[in-house]
């Protein structure tokens, strides 16, 4: 399995940027697939998660609201759709996947996941 994220950038405070994970030989069967970030001097945090099975999504209190997570199937890529972002969101962004972990429990969790991709920057200026 591969995760491979795409469309970080910079931003203005209050834009808005689209985040992409195709998940190369993920089988969406089970488990979840989720997006974690991790700002300069933070813990890496869980922030939006969505089942594979399902339509079951999870979202952190700090982006619920402003963050929606969408998945593709055919495509095999799962979305993370950020608007009015701030600077706040500034971050490194990771996409990670479970094959047994529900879709809570991944965001949830960040240590022992199966999956993770090498991150992208996300910076938004104020």
């Known amino acids: 399995v591969q995760l491979v994220e795409s469309g970080g950038g910079l931003v203005q405070a209050g834009g808005s940027l689209r985040l992409s994970c195709v998940a190369s030989?993920?089988?969406?069967?089970?488990?979840?697939i989720g997006w974690f970030r991790q700002a300069p001097g933070k813990e890496r945090e869980g922030i939006s998660c969505?089942?594979?099975?399902?339509?079951?999504?999870y979202y952190a209190g700090s982006v619920s609201g402003r963050f929606t997570i969408s998945k593709d199937l055919a495509k095999k890529t799962v979305y993370l759709q950020m608007d009015n972002l701030k600077p706040e969101d500034t971050a490194v962004y990771y996409c990670?996947?479970?094959?047994?972990?529900?879709?809570?429990?991944?965001?949830?969790?960040?240590?022992?996941?199966?999956?993770w991709g090498k991150g992208i920057q996300v910076t938004v200026s104020s």
């Open positions: 030989g993920f089988t969406f069967d089970d488990g979840a």
């Open positions: 969505i089942s594979s099975g399902d339509d079951a999504t």
């Open positions: 990670a996947a479970d094959d047994v972990l529900m879709v809570k429990n991944l965001c949830r969790t960040l240590s022992g996941l199966d999956y």
